[in-house]
């Protein structure tokens, strides 16, 4: 790294966190990470500049640590750690080293980028938002695909792996949505292929029939059922489907409820699973007027003309019996 | 077993050779096909095997005549193949065979006839069965199996081969079906991408001229295809194209098309007949539960035969389309409540309590709050599966008067 770091400090392309005392001229082997290089050509790389296991596990947990940091931006502190990480797959893909610490290297990793989908969901109002959250995603699912390579190539008999059946799961759940084909490969052709004692587990069992629920429609048990078993980082990925599933649900309300039979607003924040205080706002965000009878009791009127959903607007209300996830 | 003389063994690889010559000779395609088929132990093959095991020395009779010489590249790795497949060193035998059929489609090549078209069917059907057999053995040793992904290299090489403006343009689609069958034995189902890509778009092809046989075949794995991606109008419409030009006779075939078909079906609310269920046995041990559940309207029925049969719906695909039938049961189950009620009072059978629901499900052991059915009948409407509304504040669905349930009419239950 010495060769890159001379580099980097004469080209001052230093990164906040790797600068000795602010300084933007000057870092310290302590301080500078390897950068991500694209244009890597495993011919004119030698074994000095790839990083050994040991090395690349501490640097790793150095990065990690830095997630907690107050000091800057989330979305500084995403940047680099997303780069940073993106080399240090790298520089493991070439070494081509399959065991279980490099299976739990990318389990951690998988958990940064899950975390930093929720978390840039907060930074939806700056520039650029909605590419860094999809740049986020992509490397997500390069994460989990190279995860599940693991597994499978380092198995030995039938054994399968203490956080394998939540991290299967989770390729189960970013399949909610329209988008029938997020990882390249069908649903159906992936879990043909899934051993059984996986299948069976909790968590693939919660993941598919969360998305059974979310396929048929079933806007009440999808909410539920997340709100009482979904665990942090299952809830990280479900939470954009949420308000698309609330919407459905008052979209329903609206279309297929008795004219002469209003909704109570009280009634229908247990159905979102939402604050009685978020119901009224949600739905004129969905075009719906609320009206109050005499006692002050707020309720939907249904067979209203105007409704509208776009997923982009929304900001996320949070579910019911989850808000200790929202961090 | 007979003991085989040395000059038995000389004289049996002899006429082997001859009539090899011979059929080459003479453009011969049905009796050279004959002469490949390794793993078929026909009698003529097992014969020369033996004298081949025991004439070790062949190569010499070979090189012997000027007349074996343009076989003698195919002829003698293909004698090595046959050899050991004899003596159950599969891989050996995969690894000779390769050879023998790399140097016959050299010559395959130069003969502008499609005369050895059938011989070449042969070869690309022994190739891919050969590399199946060798990669168990490999396995069994715990080593890598590789040599099925070899295989479809070969027949990648094959499809360029056929794939001109000739009259062997038409082996193409009997050459991608051995691709398929590699590529889903493999799992590497994505590479079938690019070989239906070129049978469909490539203006050489014309669907229509290729046998009957070979369209029935790539209509069920291009319609598995679908059933993977969940494009169930595209799945019936070409699993139901291989049932139709499908031979009666071949009941494995259409029991293998129907597998995949009856959950599509199904999908669009198209019940298979009892007939048909019953012809074909197998189909009705795992299908005819989850019919009949739709027929009662039987969640319960649904869920355990979804549960008793997971490993093998999973594995075919076909769990994720079956999921899907809960809708069409849960309208199954309210019509049935409406029939009733229209029985003891027609006047008022449209109106239907939500705790009637409740009670029916509790009686199929679903346990469900009345807000929980409120939200299925509220979807059932939403999804144009029931007319009608529900009102709250009475707990009350209200049927309309008119068609309160609409069938599917073959289109999948809207998303």
Redesign the interface.
Known sequence: MTGERAQRERLRDLAVFERLNGNPGKTSPTLAVKKFCRTIATKHTQASDVRPLPVLEETLNYLLNLLDSMEHPFEVVHDFIFDRTRSIRQDLSMQNIINDQTIHMYEEMVKFHIISHHKLLTCSNRPNFSSVHYLNMEQLKKCLTSLYALYEENRDSNSIYENEPEFRSFHVLLHLG?N??PL??????W????P?AI?KSEEMFFARRLL?FF???????FLCTTATEASCLQFYIIEPYINEVRAL?L???N???????P??IA?LS??LMMKELDVEPFCNACGLKISTDEQGNKFLATKQKIFHYSKDVFPSYCLLGLEHFER | MAYLSMGEAHRRITEYLNRFSDVVLNQDGSSLKQLLSVSSNSPLLLSLADALNLFHDYNRLLKQSDRFSQISEIVSPLFRSIQNFRLGNLLDSYNAFEKAANAFLQEFRNWESAWALEALYVIAYEIRVLAERADRELASVGKTPEKLKGAGSFLMKVFGVLAGKGPKRVGALYVTCQLFKVYFKLGTVHLCRSVIRSIETARIFDFEEFPVRDKVTYMYYTGRLEVFNENFPAADQKLSYALTHCNPHREANIRMILKYLIPVKLSVGVLPKNWLLEKYNLIEITYSNVVQALKRGDLRLLRHALQDHEDRFLRSGVYLVLEKLELQVYQRLVKKIYIIQKQKDPSKAHQIKLEVIVKALKWLEMDMDVDEVECIMSILIYKNLMKGYFAHKSKVVVLSKQDPFPKLNGKPVNS
């Open positions: 329209s029938s084909q390249g490969e069908s649903l159906s052709l879990l043909s292929h899934v059984s299948l059974r396929r048929m429609g079933n806007y009440k048990r649900a979209s329903c309300v279309s297929c409820g008795y004219i002469h039979h909704y109570p009634h247990k159905l």
